[in-house]
Nanobody, 115 residues
Framework: QVQLVESGGGLVQPGGSLRLSCAAS????????MGWYRQAPGKQRELVAA??????NYAESVKGRFTISRNNAKTTVYLQMDSLKHEDTAVYYC??????????WGQGTQVTVSS
């Protein structure tokens, strides 16, 4: 059974930092492209960052502030979020994808940026 379990969300002030983690099980982690998505109230889910065999991609809105990384030995992907802004408030989801056919999501973790 595939599981993606996110952690690390919470309430943070503008300008602060959070580190999200996504622990994967039930998959051959090293084969999968891993990504972080987010969905704010009333908006569509959007890609934040992805780490794939082809490299790393970031949404324009988070470039220079967020860093995605992975530890294949720990089957975990991370999202370091710095200089957080109000508009970063959303539910953040972890995604694991292999050859399009195998596509899994975590349950999401809430990130709220507020003073």
């Amino acid at each position: 059974q595939v599981q993606l379990v996110e952690s690390g969300g919470g309430l943070v002030q503008p300008g602060g930092s959070l580190r999200l983690s996504c622990a994967a099980s039930g998959i051959i982690f090293s084969l999968y492209d891993m990504g972080w998505y987010r969905q704010a109230p009333g908006k569509q889910r959007e890609l934040v960052a992805a780490i794939t065999s082809g490299g790393i991609n970031y949404a324009e809105s988070v470039k220079g502030r967020f860093t995605i990384s992975r530890n294949n030995a720990k089957t975990t992907v991370y999202l370091q979020m710095d200089s957080l802004k109000h508009e970063d408030t959303a539910v953040y989801y972890c995604n694991a994808r292999f050859r399009q056919r195998h596509d899994y999501w975590g349950q999401g973790t809430q990130v709220t940026v507020s003073s």
